[in-house]
């Protein structure tokens, strides 16, 4: 299950799991208009976690994180199933992200979304890899 976050008291449970923003980053995210973050739930219990940038007609993926002891289960492609059809049903025509080309787990998840490589940016990454910009569409079709 999505649940949308509106306050950094609803996100304590992520920062046991995630190290990937500090609790004032996520408060100054949550005041953004353009932000939504969202916590992916089931049977009860926080499982990850994602921050997006919405940009009408556009929405970017800054972050999705499935947390460690909940991966290799398949929610992280139940997770943007949902992320999708969220913005898919507000009215919302492509999500745009990025991601290393090294990163191989991302780019198998986003693989099921049939994306769009729209241009590369050379070594992004502190290691070196470059950074693949895709494209998932939203219109025109569902995801399951």
């Known amino acids: 299950m999505l649940l949308k976050i509106s306050s950094i008291e609803e996100l304590q449970e992520v920062f046991k799991y995630s190290n990937r923003y500090s609790k004032r980053e996520l408060e100054n995210l949550i ?3 353009f932000t939504d973050i969202f916590i992916f739930q089931t049977e009860e219990k926080i499982k990850g976690f994602s921050v997006l ?7 970017e993926l800054h972050w999705i994180e499935i947390f460690k002891p909940c991966r290799g289960k398949g929610l992280g492609k139940t997770f943007m199933e949902e992320l999708l059809n969220h913005y898919r049903s507000r009215g919302f ?20 979304f049939s994306p769009k490589v729209i241009g590369k940016r050379k070594n992004y990454y502190p290691n070196g890899s470059d950074a693949l910009l895709l494209e998932i569409p939203l219109k025109g079709c569902k995801s399951s």
């Open 31 to 33: 005041n953004k208009p």
């Open 53 to 59: 940038w919405k940009f009408f007609p556009e929405v």
């Open 93 to 112: 025509e492509k999500l745009l992200l990025e991601v290393s080309e090294t990163n191989l787990p991302a780019l198998g998840l986003y693989k099921n």
